[in-house]
C-alpha cells in the first residue's frame, strides 16, 4: 500500500475477542501510528474498584473513582507478551487488569455512565492528538464519532472463546473454556444492552468478519480500507 500522509484516526470497535487490540496494535505499527486500547482504562478503574472493595454496582463510588485513579500506559517493558505496560499510582497491573475477575466484573463497571463520562476526555484526547488507532466498543459511536476510518470486527462466540481460552493459557493460566465461553455471552449482552453507549457499529463502520482469517488477512484488509478512505479525505481537501 502507499504511505498514507498526514493525521488521521482509525477507531476499531468489536465485542470481546474479536481481535481488536491484535488488530489494532499491528496496523498502527505498519502505518506508523499510536495504538491505543480504550479497555485498559476501564479494566483498570474495575481491578481498583474490587481491590477497595466498591461493588460494581455502584455507580456514584465507581464514577468517583474513575475521576481519581492515576492509570498510565507505557511502551511495553519487558517481552511477555503485553502490548503496553499499565501502571495504578505507579504499579505495574499489566496482567492482572486480565484476569477472571476483571472480566467477570468489567462489562457491569464500564456501562455505567459516569465511569464513562469521567474516562471520556482522556479518550478524545489521545484520540486527536495525531495518527492514531484506537480500539474499544464505542470508539466510531461516541468517542470518536468523527473518526476518518471506523471499523467494527465480527467473530463467532465460539472463535472468540477459544482466542482468550488461548490468550490465558498463555499468560500462564489455566482456564475453563466453557466458562470462559459463558462469560464472553453474559459480557456480550451487557456490553449491547446497556443504556450508555451500547456496543454497535457506526453507521458509516465497514464490517470485518475475522472468522476464519489469520491476523495478517484482516490487517491488510484494514489497511486496504483505510487507504482508500483516508485517501478521499486528502482529495476532499479536508485537513489531515
Known amino acids: 500500500m502507499t504511505e498514507i500522509p498526514g493525521r488521521f484516526t482509525i477507531a476499531i470497535d468489536g465485542p470481546a475477542?474479536?481481535?481488536?487490540?491484535?488488530?489494532?496494535?499491528?496496523?498502527?505499527?505498519?502505518?506508523?501510528?499510536?495504538?491505543?486500547?480504550?479497555?485498559?482504562?476501564?479494566?483498570?478503574?474495575?481491578?481498583?474498584a474490587l481491590r477497595r472493595n466498591i461493588p460494581p454496582d455502584d455507580a456514584d463510588a465507581l464514577a468517583e473513582l474513575a475521576?481519581?485513579?492515576?492509570?498510565?500506559?507505557?511502551?511495553?517493558?519487558?517481552?511477555?507478551?503485553?502490548?503496553s505496560d499499565v501502571l495504578i499510582d505507579g504499579e505495574d497491573v499489566t496482567w492482572e487488569i486480565r484476569s477472571a475477575s476483571v472480566d467477570h466484573n468489567v462489562s457491569e463497571v464500564s456501562a455505567h455512565p459516569g465511569v464513562r463520562a469521567a474516562l471520556l476526555d482522556a479518550q478524545r484526547r489521545i484520540g486527536r492528538s495525531?495518527?492514531?488507532?484506537?480500539?474499544?466498543?464505542?470508539?466510531?459511536?461516541?468517542?470518536?464519532?468523527?473518526?476518518?476510518v471506523k471499523i467494527y470486527?465480527?467473530?463467532?462466540?465460539?472463535?472468540r472463546a477459544r482466542?482468550?481460552?488461548?490468550?490465558?493459557?498463555?499468560?500462564?493460566s489455566?482456564?475453563?473454556?466453557?466458562?470462559i465461553l459463558e462469560e464472553m455471552r453474559r459480557r456480550d449482552t451487557i456490553d449491547s444492552e446497556r443504556a450508555a453507549s451500547p456496543l454497535r457499529p457506526a453507521a458509516d463502520a465497514v464490517l470485518v468478519d475475522t472468522d476464519g482469517c489469520s491476523i495478517d488477512d484482516v490487517v491488510d484488509r484494514i489497511a486496504a480500507i483505510a487507504e482508500v478512505r483516508l485517501g478521499d479525505v486528502v482529495e476532499a481537501g479536508q485537513p489531515t
Open 17 to 48: 475477542g474479536a481481535g481488536k487490540s491484535t488488530v489494532g496494535e499491528r496496523l498502527a505499527k505498519r502505518l506508523h501510528a499510536v495504538y491505543f486500547d480504550t479497555g485498559v482504562l476501564y479494566r483498570a478503574v474495575t481491578l481498583a
Open 67 to 83: 475521576g481519581k485513579l492515576v492509570v498510565a500506559v507505557k511502551r511495553p517493558s519487558c517481552d511477555d507478551g503485553r502490548q
Open 130 to 148: 495525531g495518527r492514531v488507532v484506537m480500539v474499544g466498543r464505542d470508539i466510531g459511536t461516541a468517542v470518536l464519532p468523527d473518526a476518518e
Open 153 to 159: 470486527l465480527l467473530a463467532s462466540l465460539q472463535e
Open 163 to 172: 482466542r482468550r481460552y488461548e490468550q490465558l493459557r498463555f499468560a500462564g
Open 174 to 179: 489455566t482456564p475453563d473454556f466453557d466458562d
